[in-house]
């Protein structure tokens, strides 16, 4: 049934690679995935099965550029929340204990009230409003209430200027957090952060007072073998498909194309072994990526940069482009 499958998808993505097709959901980071998703016929869905006939796992990514912000991004392999298993170190309790002022916060507010409208103007008055910087809804701009928290984080072994970091230990990866490694004289990126949050080292003072104290709920617990199940039972058999945001004439799209083409297609398969699935998190390739805020948790999600999507496995084969 699987070399069934995989024949059929090769002989589809023939017909598809380099050619213009209508992206599908221009509005949405996804667009391209929900393309090339209509395109072989698969419904849409939640499920956490592969997504070709339940067999074959679909990717893509944006062909990458030294001059394209998007050579920086990371690529989704799937959501997994962290163990719970004694009720410490949930996310909304991460939240509460670590989180920082969200970007999305109007800085110019009269006695607490927004008076930009209903359509708000935080990204209209920022230069990120176009690169769509820390996760807003890129045609949203609106502006979120004053209690509004996030915790946003790639993390990997080596310290984010928060100091937020992983490691393992025995059986598990850890999400842990060292004030030590705080860079207190770091600020956020993002202009109304850093109007309504201050510096990290104002950060950390505050967190310092926070109940629960931090060092009650951490760290973030996961189960090494589990998530390496997890990776093996979802990508044992993918497909990576790599696309341009640019029209057949070469005019250049926005951040939500309205045509895309799909430019290479890889067969990936055979993934590499346990040991091997620790040492790709230990070098950075594989990230844990934590994305909430108060009133939205978007989950927490293995990532791993387009590029590298050749080291998870054993197996390549290039079919298209």
């Given at each position: 049934m699987l070399?069934?499958?995989?024949?059929?998808?090769?002989?589809?993505?023939?017909?598809?690679?380099?050619?213009?097709?209508?992206?599908?959901?221009?509005?949405?980071?996804?667009?391209?995935?929900?393309?090339?998703?209509?395109?072989?016929?698969?419904?849409?869905?939640?499920?956490?099965?592969?997504?070709?006939?339940?067999?074959?796992?679909?990717?893509?990514?944006?062909v990458q550029s030294q001059s394209n912000s998007a050579s920086k991004s990371y690529l989704t392999l799937f959501h997994r929340e962290p163990m719970n298993t004694d009720g410490s170190a949930t996310i909304p309790l991460v939240l509460k204990t670590l989180g920082w002022k969200h970007s999305g916060i109007c800085s110019k507010r009269d006695?607490?009230?927004?008076?930009?409208?209903?359509?708000?103007?935080?990204?209209?008055?920022?230069?990120?409003?176009?690169?769509?910087?820390?996760?807003?809804?890129?045609?949203?701009?609106?502006?979120?209430?004053?209690?509004?928290?996030?915790?946003?984080?790639?993390?990997?072994?080596?310290?984010?200027?928060?100091?937020?970091?992983?490691?393992?230990?025995?059986?598990?990866?850890?999400?842990?957090?060292?004030?030590?490694?705080?860079?207190?004289?770091?600020?956020?990126?993002?202009?109304?952060s850093r109007e309504?949050?201050?510096?990290?080292?104002?950060?950390?003072?505050?967190?310092?007072?926070?109940?629960?104290?931090?060092?009650?709920?951490?760290?973030?617990?996961?189960?090494l073998k589990f998530l390496y199940d997890e990776y093996c039972h979802k990508m044992a058999n993918s497909l990576f498909a790599t696309f341009s945001a640019k029209s057949r004439d070469g005019t250049k799209q926005g951040t939500s194309?309205?045509?895309?083409?799909?430019?290479?297609?890889?067969?990936?398969?055979?993934?590499?072994?346990?040991?091997?699935f620790k040492n790709l998190l230990k070098t950075g390739i594989l990230v844990i990526d934590f994305d909430a805020r108060t009133r939205h948790n978007h989950g927490c999600k293995l990532r791993i940069h387009p590029k590298y999507i050749p080291q998870l496995f054993n197996r390549v084969e290039k079919i298209a482009g």
């Open positions: 070399s069934q499958k995989t024949e059929e998808l090769k002989a589809k993505m023939l017909e598809i690679v380099g050619k213009v097709h209508d992206n599908v959901n221009p509005n949405n980071d996804g667009g391209p995935g929900d393309t090339l998703e209509a395109l072989l016929d698969v419904k849409i869905n939640n499920l956490k099965i592969p997504d070709y006939g339940g067999l074959i796992e679909l990717k893509t990514a944006k006695e607490g009230v927004c008076k930009a409208g209903p359509n708000g103007h935080i990204k209209l008055s920022s230069p990120l409003y176009k690169s769509g910087v820390d996760g807003f809804g890129r045609n949203t701009g609106r502006c979120y209430p004053e209690d509004e928290v996030s915790f946003r984080s790639t993390t990997k072994f080596e310290p984010t200027s928060r100091g937020i970091y992983l490691e393992i230990e025995g059986d598990e990866l850890h999400m842990c957090f060292d004030p030590k490694l705080v860079d207190r004289n770091a600020t956020p990126r993002d202009e109304v309504t949050g201050g510096s990290y080292g104002a950060w950390l003072d505050d967190v310092d007072s926070r109940e629960p104290h931090w060092s009650e709920i951490l760290p973030v617990r996961y189960d194309p309205s045509k895309i083409m799909f430019i290479e297609a890889y067969m990936l398969g055979d993934p590499k072994s346990l040991e091997e």
